[in-house]
């Protein structure tokens, strides 16, 4: 991708409208038309520093207009997954493990700023690929970089994880150190394909590990310019390797090969447990598993209810409803349910959607057909067993024909213990029920086995206090309007799951993220 010539303001996901200026159009349009030219040529996996071509591939199509093809993929093996663990083992002890870590922050900061560099070709790309709108997309970019910072402040501010420790004798020298573990595998999903491999495979990298990066196969594309500005910024051959391919055959080496030191997993509560048993064999690894949300917001009687509708169509409808942190849930206190029901769907129709790539649309497509016919069957469903307020509807004839468009969707009337009150839908479909009280809802949020963010609007401080006292939530919001439950960013809203939603107990952006990547040694030297 080329160079970006022009400056905007920092774009986060709390900070979206300012973006949206002249300048900042004019450089995401510039883009637009860079990356058409690039588009459609052959990529294979990143091995060792070479480009690795395979015998069969897979075409990358965007989700807005199928019939443009992105690019082709590699259609990996295993024995591409094992010639990449091989060459990331070989750059761990030949290169990476030992070299000081300072020269690793370098390494991880010049990769933040090449990102930063091409932030509008990256974003540009995402809308095309992911179908994020433009100031979603950016977002992503700019997170990804500001989260390489974050963590290599971290090291900074922990001078390379080494403390000094008591001593039992003035001969005696104790430390405690951190040191890696080897070669780790980072697994990344379609909704954020820059943030969620960038910031993990930079954390790995940091601790001293070497990687090797799956992308979903929805998005290699931006998974292919992630390895780029990691080679542009001169890591050494081996050290970062890209492998693309099916889940049956690169994905599951890359899970059973005893070869791999760790891995790090973001995508369903399904596939999430299943690799959390599956991958350590013969003694327990390091596998951590970012997983899913079922995220409610609470609506009081006390709420401003114009920030509270706000706050809960960009969590509910932002990318789609395809965040793992997506509003799904909303409980409302009766007495001012009619009205902010009301005020929601009139918002919610007003929703702008069509291609993601034009600064009009705030609403793009879902990620591919398995979406588009999944969001039929849970409307099917809402409509049977409740009552479908707006939305319900997939959008047909031009500029719809050729891609994944629907309309946003709010459900009510459903039974409190409904199947879609559990189910993770990542769809823009979202539900509402009434409810009598503050302990109510209270009680009803907490009814999920996952534990991601959650979300309150209330003027009531005592309502607050025990919200934050006993949500079951490892993200959670007050009166927030630029998202109800999305919206982390990093060293400002640490991001990580509790329950069915994370195995660590450590969230990413936050400041004990880049310790998961090590191991701890107690070190004892007695002087003469």
């Given at each position: 991708?080329?160079?970006?010539?022009?400056?905007?303001?920092?774009?986060?996901?709390?900070?979206?409208?300012?973006?949206?200026?002249?300048?900042?159009?004019?450089?995401?349009?510039?883009?637009?038309?860079?990356?058409?030219?690039?588009?459609?040529?052959?990529?294979?996996?990143?091995?060792?520093?070479?480009?690795?071509?395979?015998?069969?591939?897979?075409?990358?199509?965007?989700?807005?207009?199928?019939?443009?093809?992105?690019?082709?993929?590699?259609?990996?093996?295993?024995?591409?997954?094992?010639?990449?663990?091989?060459?990331?083992?070989?750059?761990?002890?030949?290169?990476?493990?030992?070299?000081?870590?300072?020269?690793?922050?370098?390494?991880?900061?010049?990769?933040?700023?090449?990102?930063?560099?091409?932030?509008?070709?990256?974003?540009?790309?995402?809308?095309?690929?992911?179908?994020?709108?433009?100031?979603?997309?950016?977002?992503?970019?700019?997170?990804?970089?500001?989260?390489?910072?974050?963590?290599?402040?971290?090291?900074?501010?922990?001078?390379?994880?080494?403390?000094?420790?008591?001593?039992?004798?003035?001969?005696?020298?104790?430390?405690?150190?951190?040191?890696?573990?080897?070669?780790?595998?980072?697994?990344?999903?379609?909704?954020?394909?820059?943030?969620?491999?960038?910031?993990?495979?930079?954390?790995?990298?940091?601790?001293?590990?070497?990687?090797?990066?799956?992308?979903?196969?929805?998005?290699?594309?931006?998974?292919?310019?992630?390895?780029?500005?990691?080679?542009?910024?001169?890591?050494?051959?081996?050290?970062?390797?890209?492998?693309?391919?099916?889940?049956?055959?690169?994905?599951?080496?890359?899970?059973?090969?005893?070869?791999?030191?760790?891995?790090?997993?973001?995508?369903?509560?399904?596939?999430?447990?299943?690799?959390?048993?599956?991958?350590?064999?013969?003694?327990?690894?390091?596998?951590?598993?970012?997983?899913?949300?079922?995220?409610?917001?609470?609506?009081?009687?006390?709420?401003?209810?114009?920030?509270?509708?706000?706050?809960?169509?960009?969590?509910?409808?932002?990318?789609?409803?395809?965040?793992?942190?997506?509003?799904?849930?909303?409980?409302?206190?009766?007495?001012?349910?009619?009205?902010?029901?009301?005020?929601?769907?009139?918002?919610?129709?007003?929703?702008?959607?069509?291609?993601?790539?034009?600064?009009?649309?705030?609403?793009?497509?879902?990620?591919?057909?398995?979406?588009?016919?999944?969001?039929?069957?849970?409307?099917?469903?809402?409509?049977?067993?409740?009552?479908?307020?707006?939305?319900?509807?997939?959008?047909?004839?031009?500029?719809?024909?050729?891609?994944?468009?629907?309309?946003?969707?709010?459900?009510?009337?459903?039974?409190?213990?409904?199947?879609?009150?559990?189910?993770?839908?990542?769809?823009?479909?979202?539900?509402?029920?009434?409810?009598?009280?503050?302990?109510?809802?209270?009680?009803?949020?907490?009814?999920?086995?996952?534990?991601?963010?959650?979300?309150?609007?209330?003027?009531?401080?005592?309502?607050?206090?025990?919200?934050?006292?006993?949500?079951?939530?490892?993200?959670?919001?007050?009166?927030?309007?630029?998202?109800?439950?999305?919206?982390?960013?990093?060293?400002?809203?640490?991001?990580?799951?509790?329950?069915?939603s994370g195995s660590s107990g450590k969230s990413s952006g936050g400041p004990y993220y880049v310790a998961q990547f090590m191991r701890e040694q107690s070190r004892t030297l007695i002087r003469d």
């Amino acid at each position: 991708m080329a160079e970006t010539r022009s400056a905007a303001p920092k774009v986060t996901y709390a900070t979206l409208a300012a973006g949206q200026t002249p300048e900042f159009n004019k450089a995401y349009d510039e883009a637009v038309e860079r990356v058409r030219g690039t588009l459609g040529k052959t990529h294979g996996h990143i091995i060792g520093g070479r480009e690795v071509q395979a015998k069969e591939t897979f075409a990358d199509t965007s989700p807005s207009d199928t019939r443009v093809v992105l690019g082709r993929f590699a259609s990996g093996t295993r024995a591409d997954a094992q010639a990449a663990i091989a060459s990331a083992r070989k750059a761990f002890e030949s290169v990476w493990r030992d070299l000081p870590w300072r020269e690793r922050v370098a390494s991880i900061r010049k990769t933040a700023s090449v990102i930063e560099k091409r932030r509008f070709e990256i974003a540009a790309l995402m809308s095309m690929e992911v179908g994020k709108n433009r100031l979603e997309a950016m977002g992503d970019g700019q997170e990804t970089a500001d989260l390489m910072n974050y963590y290599c402040a971290q090291v900074e501010r922990h001078q390379g994880y080494e403390e000094p420790m008591e001593r039992l004798s003035d001969k005696e020298d104790n430390r405690d150190v951190l040191r890696p573990f080897g070669v780790w595998v980072i697994i990344s999903p379609f909704n954020f394909p820059m943030a969620l491999s960038g910031g993990p495979s930079s954390g790995a990298l940091l601790g001293g590990n070497t990687v090797v990066f799956k992308p979903a196969s929805d998005t290699p594309m931006t998974g292919y310019a992630l390895a780029e500005c990691y080679r542009e910024a001169g890591l050494p051959d081996g050290v970062f390797n890209y492998v693309t391919g099916p889940g049956g055959s690169v994905g599951d080496e890359l899970v059973t090969n005893p070869g791999v030191d760790g891995l790090l997993f973001t995508g369903s509560r399904e596939v999430g447990f299943d690799i959390y048993r599956k991958f350590p064999r013969s003694y327990p690894k390091p596998c951590i598993a970012e997983m899913g949300g079922k995220n409610p917001a609470i609506v009081s009687a006390s709420a401003d209810l114009d920030a509270a509708t706000d706050g809960v169509l960009k969590s509910a409808f932002g990318l789609q409803g395809q965040k793992c942190s997506a509003c799904s849930r909303i409980y409302v206190h009766h007495s001012v349910a009619r009205q902010f029901t009301d005020l929601l769907v009139a918002k919610t129709e007003k929703i702008s959607i069509g291609d993601p790539v034009k600064k009009e649309n705030w609403l793009g497509p879902v990620i591919n057909k398995a979406a588009h016919d999944k969001y039929a069957r849970c409307v099917e469903i809402g409509r049977k067993d409740g009552r479908i307020l707006t939305g319900g509807e997939t959008l047909r004839g031009e500029p719809y024909d050729h891609g994944f468009f629907v309309r946003p969707t709010i459900i009510a009337g459903l039974p409190s213990d409904h199947r879609l009150t559990h189910e993770e839908m990542f769809l823009p479909i979202t539900c509402l029920w009434e409810v009598d009280s503050f302990d109510e809802a209270m009680e009803l949020a907490n009814k999920t086995g996952y534990g991601l963010t959650a979300g309150l609007f209330s003027r009531d401080a005592s309502e607050i206090k025990k919200f934050f006292d006993r949500i079951e939530a490892g993200v959670v919001y007050v009166n927030r309007r630029a998202g109800a439950t999305t919206g982390a960013w990093p060293g400002i809203n640490p991001f990580g799951g509790w329950k069915g939603s994370g195995s660590s107990g450590k969230s990413s952006g936050g400041p004990y993220y880049v310790a998961q990547f090590m191991r701890e040694q107690s070190r004892t030297l007695i002087r003469d």
